[in-house]
């Protein structure tokens, strides 16, 4: 089966504009997280989707952020407008809706520079 | 709420050596324990987990771990490293039963270097 996908693999944008990344879990995975690592620090967890629904967006940093999961399948994160501490790697999960939920595949990352 | 500590940021090597990459956490709930690896350019994999039952756990490539529940660690180890084990390694857990969510807290990572 093909892994999760994300594009793009890397976006250099300046302060002030409008980024969007987007995620394509494994086919029939319900579960989508998106998780952020900011150099130096750790992976840090940003929301959880189950199908279209937000579950928990407790890890979203603020209201320049906004994810969305139409219909279920692919998602898609905006940050607006871009600022200099939003530069990291964004990374997207994605799992089973029941059995081995916990067990989670990543995508390779969008690496975001904001100048 | 969980953290999680990995005690070392970069590790050297050399091949053939044996390595141990440390991991603690700190939880006021049960949880499951992950080491995922990356390797250059790529997404996290998941190298192995601990759910419940035996606290020695096998994963891919020669590694394997030890829940310590008294000392909260879970070390990773392989007994002979290979040039191709270069990456970084992330220790990670998330709640048990999560109520559905099972979203990860990781630790800063550990660079392995092996050195020829």
């Known amino acids: 089966e093909a892994g999760v996908t994300q594009f793009p693999s890397h976006s250099v944008i300046e302060k002030g504009q409008t980024v969007t990344l987007r995620c394509d879990p494994i086919s029939g995975h319900d579960n989508l997280y998106w998780y952020r690592r900011v150099m130096g620090k750790e992976i840090k967890f940003l929301l959880h989707f189950v199908k279209e629904s937000k579950q928990d967006e407790s890890g979203m940093p603020n209201n320049r952020f906004l994810a969305e999961r139409t219909g279920g399948t692919y998602s898609t994160l905006k940050v607006q407008p871009a600022e200099l501490e939003d530069s990291g790697v964004y990374f997207c999960?994605?799992?089973?809706?029941?059995?081995?939920?916990?067990?989670?595949?990543f995508g390779p990352g969008t690496r975001l520079t904001v100048t | 709420a969980q953290s999680v500590t990995q005690l070392d940021s970069q590790v050297p090597v050399f091949e053939e050596a044996p390595v141990e990459l440390r991991c603690n956490y700190s939880s006021s709930v049960s949880v499951y324990l992950f080491w995922y690896v990356q390797y250059p350019n790529q997404g996290l994999q998941l190298l192995l987990k601990?759910?419940?039952?035996?606290?020695l756990v096998k994963g891919i490539n020669g590694f394997e771990a030890e829940f310590n529940k008294s000392q909260t660690s879970f070390h990773l180890r392989k007994p002979s490293v290979h040039i191709s084990d270069t990456a970084e390694y992330f220790c990670a857990v998330s709640e048990a039963g999560g109520a559905g969510s099972y979203q990860l807290t990781f630790g800063k990572g550990t660079k392995l270097s092996v050195i020829p």
């Open positions: 999960a994605s799992s089973r809706k029941s059995e081995k939920a916990y067990e989670q595949y």
């Open positions: 601990y759910l419940s039952g035996s606290t």
